[in-house]
C-alpha cells in the first residue's frame, strides 16, 4: 500500500502538524575542521540563521547497550527536509542551547518528508 492511496501527502506534513507546531529557533551552522599536526578537530561557528522547527523536550532518556546504559538525546527536532542542518550544529531557544547529535531524513516510500533531529543540551557554562 501506497501513501498516495492512504491519502498521507507532503503537503499534509507542511500544513499539519509543522505550521500548527512549529516555532522559531535560531540555527548556528558549525564548520568541522581536523588538524593535520594533532588530528584534533575543532570548529568554527558561522552567521546564525532563523528557522522553525517543531521541537520536543524530554527527561534524559538512556538506553541499554552491551557497554551499559547510553544517552539518547535531551530533545528532538523536526525541520523541513529541505533545511541544511548537519552533525554538532547548535540550536537555540530562548533559553537554551542545543547539539545537534544526529540527523535523520525521513523519507517513507521515497518521498522526503522532513528531517528529525537528535539533539543534547549544552550545560550552562
Same mark, same amino acid.
Request: aromatic content about 12%; hydrophobic content about 35%; some cysteine.
Given at each position: 500500500?501506497? $501513501?498516495?492511496? +492512504?491519502?498521507?501527502? !507532503?503537503?499534509?506534513?507542511?500544513?499539519?502538524?509543522?505550521?500548527?507546531?512549529?516555532?522559531? $529557533?535560531?540555527?548556528?551552522?558549525? %564548520?568541522? %575542521?581536523?588538524?593535520?599536526? %594533532?588530528?584534533?578537530?575543532? &570548529?568554527?561557528?558561522?552567521?546564525?540563521?532563523?528557522? &522553525?522547527?517543531? +521541537? *520536543?523536550?524530554?527527561?534524559?532518556? &538512556?538506553?541499554?547497550?552491551?557497554?551499559?546504559?547510553?544517552?539518547?538525546?535531551?530533545? #528532538? +527536532?523536526?525541520?523541513?527536509?529541505? *533545511?541544511?542542518? =548537519? !552533525?554538532?550544529? #547548535?540550536? !537555540? *531557544?530562548?533559553?537554551?542551547? &542545543?547539539?545537534?547529535?544526529?540527523? @535523520? @531524513? =525521513?523519507?517513507?516510500?521515497?518521498?522526503? #518528508? #522532513?528531517?528529525?533531529?537528535? @539533539?543534547?543540551?549544552?550545560?550552562?557554562?
Amino acid at each position: 500500500m501506497t $501513501l498516495a492511496n +492512504l491519502g498521507i501527502s !507532503k503537503a499534509d506534513f507542511e500544513n499539519f502538524p509543522f505550521e500548527d507546531l512549529a516555532r522559531e $529557533l535560531t540555527w548556528t551552522p558549525r %564548520t568541522k %575542521t581536523i588538524s593535520n599536526i %594533532t588530528g584534533s578537530p575543532s &570548529y568554527k561557528e558561522n552567521a546564525e540563521v532563523k528557522i &522553525y522547527g517543531i +521541537l *520536543t523536550k524530554r527527561s534524559m532518556n &538512556y538506553d541499554w547497550a552491551k557497554e551499559g546504559f547510553v544517552e539518547q538525546g535531551n530533545a #528532538f +527536532l523536526q525541520v523541513k527536509e529541505d *533545511t541544511d542542518i =548537519r !552533525k554538532d550544529d #547548535f540550536i !537555540k *531557544t530562548d533559553d537554551e542551547i &542545543y547539539r545537534v547529535e544526529e540527523v @535523520l @531524513l =525521513r523519507e517513507p516510500q521515497g518521498i522526503r #518528508f #522532513f528531517k528529525s533531529c537528535v @539533539l543534547f543540551k549544552i550545560d550552562d557554562q
